[in-house]
């Protein structure tokens, strides 16, 4: 399916090194730039601009899948994951990134929280 721009939502998967992660229906946010701008107001109140360097970053939240070791994602230094939007068409690369933060299973549920891509290069990919 070729890329629609103003479409959203849809069937979305993520891959890491070849392994499916099924996302829950929360939102998966993506950060793709690798700096942040901050505006600032001097004491003559002209803008100035700070410039701070950031990594690409992708907040997911899914389902634990049977047989998923947390110890053993974490612990790698590199992963390349790929979030595709199959409805709409378009995929997101994550290369040599890396999975960070505290990750929080919901036992009622099975999603899980508090983690996400973070490193690497990003790249957007238009079907």
């Known amino acids: 399916m070729s890329d629609c721009c103003n479409q959203f939502g849809g069937t979305i998967y993520l891959t890491v090194d070849g392994e499916r992660f099924t996302p829950s229906e929360g939102d998966i946010t993506i950060m793709p730039t690798n700096a942040e701008v901050e ?4 004491q003559d109140g002209s803008a100035a601009y700070k ?4 990594l690409p970053r992708a907040e997911i939240s899914f ?3 049977c047989g998923f070791k947390w110890a053993d994602w974490m612990g ?11 409805t709409n068409g378009r995929q997101h690369l994550f290369t040599g ?8 299973l919901n036992m009622s549920s099975g ?11 990003y790249q957007y990919v238009a079907g």
């Open 39 to 42: 505006g600032m107001a001097n």
């Open 51 to 54: 410039v701070s360097p950031r």
């Open 63 to 65: 389902r634990q899948g």
């Open 76 to 86: 790698k230094c590199k992963v390349n994951a790929t979030i595709v939007e199959e």
């Open 97 to 104: 990134t890396r999975f960070v933060g505290r990750p929080s």
């Open 111 to 121: 999603e899980v929280t508090g983690v996400a891509l973070e490193g690497g290069t």
